[in-house]
């Protein structure tokens, strides 16, 4: 059967270029298989809706805008390919319930560790919101990291509430800002090292087209040799998103304040805001 030319549109795909809308409709048409694939247990798969990042997605009626931005995001990480788009969706499907991610976001996670360590405050000139990583906010790194799979658990946890405030109709991305104050070459134990590794192997695999802009601030001239030894793993589209910024308010606001308004920005990163 063929699928009716007209497309329910938002601000977002109202943007998206022919080869864009090409590949979407052949990923969309294997949707039904593709929840199969991803949830063989359950007889009916094929035609159960499946909320992603407060997205229902019902693969027997796919034609909708949200929907279509959700599903570009795999397809923008995939090249437009839409079997390997496929593939990372039943990936990303498969991993949240063996992860579960539901139940993760109703953990209680003990603020005296994770309380200061990630933030949203503000947002961007053009209306992102911004999610702050403060990496040296807890000085007991064993608390933060001695158990691996709960650091992970609050990681994603965080990285979830950041895209609750999506729409997904005008907003599909954030900004990430990753402050190093107070982290140092002794910082990097093996174990926040093994943690940092499968967090990212996390958002790469299962969080795609997310970023807007990532800035690395506070960062020791010691690690900032990491990012640039990094750099040429990193696709020129990702690496085009990030920026080493220095230390202090004014070297920082001078890297943020072009991108953010200064009431949206805390005075600790050369803004006006109060913050946090």
Same mark, same amino acid.
């Given at each position: 059967?063929? $699928?009716?030319?007209? $497309?329910?549109?938002?601000?977002? =795909?109202?943007?998206?270029?022919?080869?864009?809308?090409? /590949?979407?409709?052949? &990923?969309?048409? =294997?949707? %039904?298989?593709? &929840?199969?694939?991803?949830?063989?247990?359950?007889?009916?798969?094929?035609?159960?809706?499946?909320?992603?990042?407060?997205?229902?997605?019902?693969?027997?009626?796919?034609?909708?805008?949200?929907?279509?931005?959700?599903?570009?995001?795999?397809?923008?990480?995939?090249?437009?390919?839409?079997?390997?788009?496929?593939?990372?969706?039943?990936?990303?499907?498969?991993?949240?319930?063996?992860?579960?991610?539901? $139940?993760?976001?109703?953990?209680?996670?003990?603020? !005296?560790?994770?309380?200061?360590?990630?933030?949203?405050? @503000?947002?961007?000139?053009?209306? #992102? %919101?911004?999610?702050?990583?403060?990496?040296? /906010?807890?000085?007991?790194?064993?608390?933060?990291?001695? !158990? =691996?799979?709960?650091?992970?658990?609050?990681?994603?946890?965080?990285?979830?509430?950041?895209?609750?405030?999506?729409?997904?109709? +005008?907003?599909?991305?954030?900004?990430?800002? #990753?402050?190093?104050?107070?982290?140092?070459?002794?910082?990097?134990?093996?174990?926040?090292?093994?943690?940092?590794?499968?967090?990212?192997?996390?958002?790469?695999? #299962?969080?795609?087209?997310?970023?807007?802009?990532?800035?690395?601030?506070?960062?020791?001239?010691?690690? +900032?040799?990491?990012?640039?030894?990094?750099?040429? &793993?990193?696709? /020129?589209? =990702?690496?085009?998103?990030?920026?080493?910024? @220095?230390?202090?308010?004014?070297?920082?606001? +001078?890297?943020?304040?072009?991108?953010? %308004? /200064?009431?949206?920005?805390?005075?600790?990163? @050369?803004? !006006?805001? !109060?913050?946090?």
């Amino acid at each position: 059967m063929l $699928e009716d030319d007209k $497309e329910p549109q938002n601000l977002l =795909t109202e943007k998206f270029i022919e080869a864009e809308w090409k /590949a979407l409709r052949e &990923f969309r048409s =294997t949707l %039904p298989e593709t &929840f199969k694939e991803a949830f063989p247990e359950q007889d009916d798969a094929g035609s159960m809706s499946y909320n992603l990042w407060g997205v229902t997605i019902n693969p027997l009626k796919p034609k909708d805008a949200r929907i279509s931005v959700v599903l570009m995001k795999f397809l923008r990480a995939r090249n437009l390919n839409p079997a390997e788009a496929k593939d990372m969706l039943i990936s990303t499907l498969r991993w949240r319930k063996s992860f579960k991610v539901d $139940e993760v976001m109703k953990e209680k996670f003990p603020e !005296d560790v994770f309380g200061k360590l990630g933030r949203t405050y @503000g947002k961007d000139k053009d209306g #992102h %919101p911004i999610a702050y990583n403060l990496y040296g /906010a807890n000085k007991d790194l064993d608390a933060v990291f001695s !158990d =691996t799979q709960r650091f992970l658990r609050w990681r994603v946890a965080f990285m979830e509430e950041s895209i609750a405030l999506l729409d997904f109709e +005008t907003i599909d991305q954030m900004v990430q800002i #990753h402050d190093y104050e107070g982290v140092s070459m002794s910082s990097r134990t093996q174990a926040s090292k093994n943690a940092a590794s499968e967090a990212s192997s996390i958002f790469q695999g #299962h969080y795609p087209e997310f970023l807007a802009r990532k800035f690395f601030v506070n960062v020791p001239s010691v690690l +900032t040799w990491i990012f640039w030894i990094f750099k040429p &793993f990193l696709s /020129a589209a =990702t690496a085009a998103k990030m920026s080493v910024v @220095g230390s202090g308010p004014k070297v920082i606001g +001078t890297a943020l304040l072009p991108l953010i %308004p /200064a009431d949206q920005l805390p005075k600790r990163y @050369g803004g !006006d805001a !109060d913050g946090f």
